[in-house]
């Protein structure tokens, strides 16, 4: 069995982990750390998982375990391994931004960068909406067919705004509401670019991206269109092979709608030609691929464990 | 022209009253109060103001006005009032339950007390529940025929608990949700069995309310049901009397549903005979008849305006 | 007082209709035909309006009426029109789009077309997408200044579908659900082209416009951007100058949200420059701005009377 | 291996047997019937399905099973049985209410009838507002403590109502609102009538239900209320022992919210005494333990596997 232990057991991405790893069939969970929640029941706090677990938040820590989740605010995860001193032979996973551009870590969206994970000790897992916006580019950038502008739209739930009850997350504000904020300059557009980079060297690009608050809790709804000389069909070869082997990435033919994906790890795509537009619909759900579930199939690859080990979640639906 | 002055600007019940009284035919604000807020534009706070007025807040006081809402939280009155030497000829509503249970003020539920408002300067506003129940049982307490334990299920929306953002108004937890606060123990019950037994004396009868937290940012709708030995058509008749004259009272003869009021100063009322039991549905808009449409409405009758005036409000329908 | 007939009185449109018109100040409502509803009282079907209204639904029609509004489904006014000999003095609004995109209507878009619906008796009401969509662009139209293909992202409520129910308008499958449909090739991209081009003749720059459902009832939110060389000043003086007459259509400042304008007439607009780019933001009640408040307003222009007459309605902000 | 057959596989109800079974660890689906969408993929009607089965609708039968989940509308399983010739051998479990009530069935309440359920391969899978509403009473029924009338008031999510949209399933309609149907009377009375009859012989208290439609998509909140003698350690203690070896019926001693089970086969269950009042609040997802989660759950009892197998879900949570 796997030893897991987690930092920043009080927030959302640590519920969810917590949700996943507890009925994961090769994991067993040493400790939860919270310097907020210390003593208390984990399911007095994540209230859903009452049955589930006896465990309590701890505020000590052991290195005694086989793989590390980060799940603190961005910045504390430099912080926290400045200050504390984890061995090499432990898998990190840290959930936080804080490693995502640099050279330490291998940046960990299993489509792009399988292999690597698979022999690496420290990763950095995705952002949710960058996890969305390149699953829907990156056959195209594979095959160096970004050759214009991206038009990138993309609308998050609530629970991508964290746990902390701030003013556009005030229930009275957000239901039955949409919004924008930071157009056009968006922080995840610098580890989409460095991707996208990756496969087609000097990408340059514009990736026009509208982020949108959505009054619903989970999931993110991204459609992005471009100009391209390929016919659908060959748009449609060149997603089926890129994704062939990737076992959470769907293409539907069908026109897709959010719920499909919702409390899974799936990222659903739905690849069409418009005129001279190839228009992509992308949907994941923002705590599980977009995290907690990223960072759990991340775990299984850098284990050795099937990679989709403790993943197959039953879809919301409605 | 009646003068008005708020207190308390930037808060729920504030804003709610400035998107009436803007409206209004008879009324001019004078000045909006704000200690947070001061300076600002009240468009910028309440955004959907937009282009209906260039006020702003201010944080002086001028007693130079007809009619003061205090829209303070509640305790804040009190203070206020000790603070603050308002002229027996200004009229006072009180948003607040401070006044409430006292003989300082007249309770301003029209339905029960026109006389006494049209007569007064000092009025405490009803809280929100307490409308929505009251206006249920009236009939019933003026005729002494609440002769047993009464059972109340009341389910509000999340304007109801205010504008400043805690976990139980946090999008990510409360849309899709329920639960249960205070059950049989909420403060409201006071000034109901105040109500109650001013028409029916001796009244001593249980009030088991169940008060819920509801997925939507405005209403209450409540059900209350108790034994009885009148018949249906007693009971249509003794409601229909006694509403005959309240323009916001309305009997519905079909099954009701929440936005039917949802935007409006009305309560739509539903009664119906099941086997021994009379059972009531009633149905208001928390932030109007539970709160800023009432105070209006107190407002019109204390400065002899008609009752409706500036309170014909579209129904959100949808 | 104006004399109204409406035709088609149990949809959606006729309802939002009528809850302005009973509180209209200069307006009497004659009759409201229905053929599926003849006989019924009007407050049974459009349940909200308990207590306004005594009128029932009529299948018999009388000319003896100033303006009529026809709110029947999309090529139900043709056939109207064919079936029934409407006199020329009487003004007919038409809600469908039967008379769009032909000359024998004037396009009811007041802040295109003001003093042409002023001398019209034939007012065709411009779709709710198409409404929002203009507002954003028509500044730019005017001066000759969309020179480049334009980006265009829309959220519509569900009122937009309309009535009946089906499948994408179940709330098992709509809540929290978001899907695309018609992208790029949304009927109302005609009625757009059309008045672009009136404004900017020989327009010919693409509308990329991706349609998409939202799980909220009421609201249009569009987002728009293309380049332009116009710095942000240029472009705010642009659109104040183009509205400096509008009451409906306000230019605000800060980033808006969708429930500004929610139960209003209002269109909200937001222009800010991003880099080379210009992104436009406009909302609007779908039901209001985008249907039947429009009606209303071209009724207030055929007929003389104030432009905002019965239109200011309070917004439900929450 | 299990082998499963499903009747009626276009529903709601089918489709969450789905959900449940492709990754339950002892079943393979030999079969999923439907008249209406026979020959199309699964995952082209149940579409979150997509990436895990390719199966198609049939509307052939084999009688080559172990279990045979019936899952057509109420009426639709006695005419099925009358029209096909199912071996005794094959367990069938009907998620209709056809055979709640006779004696040809088990009631597959396992909380109430696990021995019966595993000695037997007739289960009829109990109602969801029967589900709830039973949980909540039946260690006081077990201990004959139903000494007064009983008061239950259970919203429930707009999936209990089908998949058929109708004007209450209405997003336009249902969104934001509330409203009661069958006050007194829901038919759901009977079976809880029985099963109390079961435990406490001669059983004929009163129980009032105020059935409620709400506004989401998943989950019954039910609230339970009656006079009793018992001290709250008494109630604990009685709660605790009777569903001491029920893995999915959890005591929480937080006031619980709904959310904790939405997509899980709990049933989360809070007892307080409040004066002299027991309160239960009783809270499941309608569509798991109200419906295909039990149905699978009953299974597993039947054919002598675990009975949580396949049904440790993830809850939803936000």
Redesign the interface.
């Known amino acids: 069995m796997i030893q897991v232990g987690i930092i920043g057991g009080g927030g959302?991405t640590a519920?969810?982990l917590l949700?996943?790893l507890l009925?994961h069939p090769e994991t067993e969970i040493v400790f939860v750390h919270s310097n907020s929640q210390q003593g208390k029941l984990i399911s007095?706090v994540?209230?859903?998982?009452?049955?589930e677990t006896w465990l309590t938040f701890t505020n000590t820590l052991t290195t005694d375990i086989d793989v590390l989740f980060l799940c603190q605010g961005h910045g504390q995860s430099v912080k926290f391994l400045e200050q504390n001193d984890i061995p090499d032979e432990v898998t990190i996973v840290d959930l936080s931004r804080d490693y995502r551009l640099g050279e330490e870590f291998i940046y960990g969206l299993p489509e792009l960068n399988k292999p690597d994970i698979q022999q690496s000790k420290r990763i950095a897992n995705p952002g949710c909406f960058a996890t969305a916006i390149q699953l829907g580019l990156l056959p195209l950038a594979k095959t160096h067919e970004i050759k214009d502008e991206v038009?990138i739209?993309a609308?998050t739930?609530?629970?991508g705004?964290g746990?902390s009850?701030?003013?556009t997350?005030?229930?009275?504000?957000?239901?039955?509401?949409?919004?924008?904020?930071k157009?056009?300059?968006h922080q995840h557009l610098d580890e989409i670019k460095r991707s996208l980079t990756q496969l087609q060297p000097g990408f340059d690009q514009a990736l026009?991206f509208?982020p949108?608050r959505?009054?619903?809790?989970?999931?993110i709804?991204a459609?992005l269109?471009m100009n391209t000389e390929l016919n659908v069909e060959q748009l449609h070869d060149l997603y089926h092979e890129f994704y062939a082997n990737q076992?959470f990435v769907?293409l539907?033919q069908?026109?897709?709608?959010?719920?499909?994906?919702?409390?899974?790890n799936?990222c659903?795509l739905h690849v069409?030609k418009?005129?001279d537009?190839v228009?992509i619909?992308s949907m994941i759900d923002n705590?599980v691929k977009g995290a907690s579930g990223q960072a759990v199939q991340n775990m299984n690859l850098t284990q050795g464990l099937e990679e989709t080990a403790g993943l197959?979640?039953?879809?919301?639906?409605?």
């Not at 994540?46 to 049955?51: A, K, N, R, S, V």
């Not at 005030?170 to 904020?181: C, E, G, M, P």
């Not at 197959?312 to 409605?318: E, G, R, Y």
């Open positions: 959302y519920g969810e949700r996943i009925h007095d994540h209230q859903d998982l009452i049955g038009h739209h609308v739930g609530s629970t705004a746990q009850p701030v003013p997350t005030h229930f009275s504000w957000r239901s039955n509401n949409l919004s924008i904020y157009p056009f300059v026009n509208i949108v959505g009054n619903f809790s989970r999931g709804f459609s269109y076992p769907l539907s069908q026109n897709p709608n959010l719920k499909q994906v919702v409390n899974t799936k659903v069409d418009h005129g537009k228009l619909i705590l197959n979640l039953k879809a919301i639906a409605f």
